[in-house]
């Protein structure tokens, strides 16, 4: 494949030398689950009649409901489960996901501890078995394709629901841009664009941080690379983000750092908090993050694709689609399985997709969620409807797509970060990074295979 680049991108390519920097991988991460405690067994009919008493409601599993949430993402999830709980006659309790213990029934589990799971799969349980097993009614071709990766098998079933999926997009502050004499309303398109907005973001309007980001790996890496056509991983699971594209856009943001233009503040979700605070003009961050930007003080939201790079043969991608997703424990009774199931029927229902919605700022699986969550969200004023249409669109279009993620293989992330941050920190050239950083995660996978698959089963 031939590349077309402008004569700036060259100019920073040939700078790029090819040191080798050996390093050890990271250890493998351990799982976190919760333990369960057993249904009760139902009890023996009596042998002779006896008087007759006030019916009780129906007995119910004690099924928890494991995560990493933190307080205030618990507190959103706990409002969910005590609706199913008064509307289902449940039980579902929530417990904390702890390292090394057996799974609970139900796991809701971030993209980044999909490495736990991959590692022990024996301790759960495909979804599409436990609804047929339960007759629960579950049509997963009503889901959208978008949303499906990394929780289908080979067959196309979905052995996970994808709860929380977003993807990257660009946020803005409009209050910003109209200080720095930029249109409000004319977000930049590409990367070589947006690098004149933060010079006047910089000069004009005063920012100390014209521009930061989120979740470094997943932005960078991932998705620049699906946006230009290459996935970051193989079909087969090896690592591949080292090419001519990939190269040139990390040098660039090289150049951003060295002109105080790019302000990188940790490997997460760090840098969100200086966007909520005004201090950063821009930020590159999961499209469900609009729920914790859109109050914020000083602060009039704007969204944008996520930029990409125009001198890249074929144009423009799609971005990938990643989150929490619910996965269900193995060795569970079946009264257990039954809750699990309508638990799963109950997410699913338009009305609930809505609240979660209106909590988590995720993605709506469905089109009849889609086309009802904001109209009854926006009465509660915490989604945007644009954030929305902005984050679908961004996730169709023409592009390969991996389903396996570098910022879901834990010791994988952890090692790209590295090389990144001493990119970025001047201290190697970009092309040396992330030969650096593919030959040492392929080393990773070689010597744990059962990583390089998107899921278990």
Same mark, same amino acid.
């Given at each position: 494949?031939s590349?077309?680049?402008?004569?700036?991108?060259v100019?920073?390519?040939l700078?790029?030398?090819?040191?080798a920097?050996?390093?050890?991988?990271?250890?493998?991460?351990?799982v =976190?689950?919760a333990?369960?405690s @057993?249904?009760k067994?139902?009890?023996?009919?009596?042998a002779?009649p006896?008087a007759?008493?006030? /019916?009780?409601p129906?007995? @119910?599993?004690?099924?928890e &409901?494991?995560h990493n949430l933190s307080? *205030?993402g618990?507190?959103? &999830?706990? *409002?969910v489960?005590?609706?199913?709980?008064?509307? $289902?006659?449940g039980?579902?309790? +929530?417990?904390r +996901?702890?390292?090394?213990?057996?799974?609970?029934?139900?796991?809701?589990?971030s993209?980044?501890?999909? /490495?736990?799971?991959?590692?022990n799969?024996?301790?759960?349980?495909p979804?599409h078995e436990?609804?047929? =097993?339960?007759k629960?009614?579950?049509?997963?071709?009503? &889901?959208?394709?978008?949303?499906k990766?990394g929780?289908v098998?080979?067959?196309?079933r979905?052995?996970?629901?994808?709860l929380?999926?977003?993807?990257?997009?660009l946020?803005?502050?409009?209050?910003?841009?109209?200080?720095?004499k930029?249109?409000?309303? %004319?977000?930049?398109?590409?990367?070589?664009e947006m690098?004149?907005m933060?010079?006047? +973001?910089?000069?004009?309007g005063?920012?100390?941080?014209?521009?930061?980001?989120?979740?470094?790996v997943?932005?960078?890496?991932?998705?620049v690379?699906?946006v230009s056509g290459?996935p970051?991983?193989?079909?087969?699971?090896?690592?591949?983000?080292?090419?001519?594209?990939?190269?040139? $856009?990390v040098?660039?943001? !090289?150049?951003?750092?060295?002109?105080n233009?790019?302000?990188?503040?940790g490997r997460?979700?760090?840098?969100?908090k200086h966007?909520?605070?005004?201090?950063?003009a821009? #930020? !590159?961050?999961?499209s469900?993050e $609009?729920v914790?930007f859109?109050?914020a003080?000083?602060?009039?939201?704007?969204?944008a694709?996520?930029?990409?790079?125009d001198?890249?043969?074929?144009?423009?991608?799609? !971005?990938?689609?990643?989150?929490? !997703?619910?996965?269900?424990?193995?060795?569970?009774?079946?009264?257990?399985?039954?809750q699990?199931?309508?638990?799963?029927?109950?997410?699913?229902a338009?009305?609930v997709?809505?609240?979660?919605?209106?909590a988590?700022?995720?993605?709506?699986?469905?089109a009849?969620?889609?086309s009802?969550a904001?109209?009854?969200?926006?009465?509660?004023?915490d989604?945007? %409807?644009?954030?929305?249409?902005? *984050?679908?669109?961004?996730l169709k279009? %023409?592009?390969a797509?991996?389903a396996r $993620?570098?910022a879901? #293989?834990?010791?994988?992330?952890i090692?790209?970060?590295?090389?990144?941050? %001493?990119?970025?920190?001047?201290k190697?050239?970009a092309?040396?990074?992330?030969d650096?950083a593919?030959?040492?995660?392929n080393?990773?996978?070689?010597?744990?295979?059962?990583m390089?698959?998107?899921?278990?089963?």
């Open positions: 494949m590349y077309s680049i402008r004569p700036l991108a100019a920073v390519s700078a790029l030398a090819f040191p920097l050996a390093a050890d991988p990271a250890a493998k991460p351990t =976190k689950a333990a369960k @057993s249904a067994p139902a009890a023996k009919a009596a002779k006896v007759k008493q006030e /019916s009780a129906p007995a @119910s599993a004690d099924f &409901l494991a307080p *205030a618990e507190e959103r &999830l706990r *409002a489960v005590d609706r199913f709980n008064k509307e $289902h006659g039980n579902l309790k +929530l417990s +996901l702890e390292k090394g213990e057996r799974p609970a029934g139900l796991n809701l589990v993209a980044y501890d999909m /490495s736990s799971l991959l590692a799969a024996r301790n759960f349980v979804l436990v609804m047929a =097993k339960a629960e009614p579950f049509k997963p071709g009503e &889901l959208s394709a978008e949303l990766g929780v098998d080979a067959k196309g979905m052995v996970a629901l994808p929380v999926y977003s993807t990257p997009v946020f803005y502050n409009k209050a910003a841009f109209r200080k720095a930029l249109d409000p309303d %004319q977000p930049p398109k590409t990367w070589f690098q004149g933060l010079d006047k +973001l910089q000069e004009v005063g920012y100390a941080c014209p521009y930061t980001t989120s979740w470094p997943w932005v960078h890496v991932d998705n690379s699906a290459l970051a991983v193989t079909d087969k699971g090896s690592l591949a983000f080292n090419g001519l594209p990939q190269v040139k $856009h040098a660039m943001m !090289t150049t951003w750092v060295k002109a233009y790019f302000k990188l503040f997460r979700d760090e840098a969100s966007f909520i605070d005004g201090e950063c821009m #930020i !590159t961050t999961n469900r $609009h914790d859109v109050n003080k000083g602060v009039e939201l704007g969204v694709p996520l930029p990409y790079h001198d890249v043969y074929g144009g423009r991608r799609h !971005t990938l689609a990643d989150g929490p !997703t619910l996965w269900i424990g193995a060795g569970r009774s079946e009264a257990e399985y039954k699990a199931a309508k638990f799963v029927s109950f997410l699913l338009p009305d997709q809505v609240e979660l919605v209106r988590y700022g995720g993605l709506p699986l469905t009849a969620a889609r009802a904001c109209s009854k969200v926006l009465q509660g004023g989604c945007r %409807q644009e954030v929305i249409d902005v *984050a679908v669109n961004s279009g %023409q592009g797509s991996s $993620h570098v879901d #293989i834990d010791a994988v992330r090692i790209t970060d590295e090389e990144l941050e %001493q990119v970025w920190a001047n190697e050239p092309k040396a990074g992330l650096q593919v030959s040492r995660g080393a990773y996978l070689n010597a744990n295979p059962a390089r698959k998107a899921q278990p089963f």
